[in-house]
């Protein structure tokens, strides 16, 4: 496992990211636990988790998982915005909200310091200036260490890092948007804008859904198991691009000898960029086939041939 710096910041993450979106919900409290120790174990202690996945159970599962562990050598990531109430203040970027649902992980977690705090979404009621001011007065109480933002347009980020600097205020240092070969709108612009000013990217869904994983076929029907299959027709036209790209993909991963999967994760990790990969793990299994996507290294032709199938900057 690979330690990459997050952004211009000081900080050494794993190559890979462990999502948990699952834990706690489609993945049983004792298999997650089990697989954050596995993760743990070949290197891969970059975590990240959200207020609201599983309704809160996946921070919890989290504060079981880094018992017995030595905290300071697992990056845990979490992320505010999400509902914490059902009042019209339990949600967002406000200050009212913000020091309350910072308590609410670190209680989760069971942890006195949170190491990479998201803003999970851009909030067009709150001010970036409010929202920055009580992140910066948490860094400064050591709840939070540093600061990042997921799914903001990169005009966002920028005024973010600009009302950063006229404050003299800790501003993001990372940014986590969707990415993966049938998506990759964020090459337009927010790649180029994080490049620039050292903010790092942390992207999520690199396998598209399921789409990226052999998961759905032409003319057979969707695995019953499937969580993500719940959501696709198969018979719509984009479903039908998309098929005829994945059939593409696969075969560049058959000639390279890796699963699709491993080739798409594996294609994220060889960007320029330095991008790291969030996992999106719900079994043992999905996790070991992964992994395998580390001793994969990319070569310019086969990154050429995915441009030719989905050019950049572009989404099927």
Same mark, same amino acid.
């Given at each position: 496992m690979e330690f990459r710096s997050l952004g211009r910041s000081g900080l050494k993450v794993s190559q890979l990211c462990l999502g948990g979106n699952n834990w706690g919900g489609n993945t049983p409290d004792e298999e997650a636990i089990r697989i954050l120790r596995r993760a743990y174990d070949v290197g891969l202690t970059f975590w990240d988790t959200a207020i609201n996945y599983s309704n809160g159970r996946?921070?919890?599962?989290?504060?079981?998982?880094?018992?017995?562990?030595?905290?300071?050598?697992?990056i845990v990531a979490t992320k505010g915005w999400?509902?914490?109430?059902?009042?019209?203040?339990?949600?967002?970027?406000?200050r009212h909200y913000l020091m309350r649902a910072v308590e609410i992980s670190l209680r989760r977690l069971e942890t006195d310091y949170i190491d990479l705090y998201y803003l999970h979404r851009p909030d067009?009621?709150?001010?970036?200036?409010?929202s920055l001011s009580v992140l910066n007065e948490l860094v400064r109480q050591g709840k939070i260490h540093y600061l990042a933002c997921s799914s903001f347009p990169s005009w966002q980020i920028c005024e973010a890092v600009w009302t950063a600097r006229q404050?003299?205020?800790?501003?993001?240092?990372?940014?986590?948007?969707?990415y993966n070969i049938l998506e990759r709108s964020?090459?337009?612009?927010?790649?180029?804008?994080?490049?620039?000013?050292? =903010? !790092?990217?942390?992207?999520?869904? &690199?396998?598209?859904?399921?789409?990226?994983? @052999?998961?759905f076929r032409r003319g057979e029907p969707i695995p019953a198991d499937s969580t993500r299959g719940r959501r696709v027709d198969l018979s719509t036209p984009q479903s039908q691009r998309r098929l005829d790209v994945v059939e593409k993909v696969e075969a560049l991963a058959k000639a390279r000898g890796c699963s699709v999967a491993?080739?798409? =994760? !594996?294609?994220?990790?060889?960007? &320029?960029?330095?991008?790291?990969?969030?996992? @999106?793990?719900?079994?043992m299994a999905h996790l070991e086939d992964s992994l395998g996507a580390l001793e994969i290294k990319l070569t310019e032709e086969e990154r050429k041939a995915v441009d030719a199938l989905v050019p950049g900057g572009t989404r099927i």
């Open positions: 996946s921070e919890e599962v989290i504060g079981k998982a880094l018992k017995g562990l030595p905290r300071e050598q697992v999400g509902a914490i109430g059902e009042g019209p203040n339990d949600k967002g970027c406000s067009p009621t709150t001010p970036i200036e409010e404050h003299g205020w800790d501003s993001f240092v990372c940014e986590q948007p969707p964020i090459e337009r612009e927010v790649v180029p804008f994080c490049q620039s000013y050292g =903010v !790092a990217l942390a992207t999520y869904s &690199p396998t598209a859904s399921a789409w990226l994983t @052999g998961r491993q080739f798409a =994760v !594996a294609w994220i990790m060889s960007h &320029p960029a330095g991008i790291m990969p969030i996992l @999106g793990i719900r079994t």
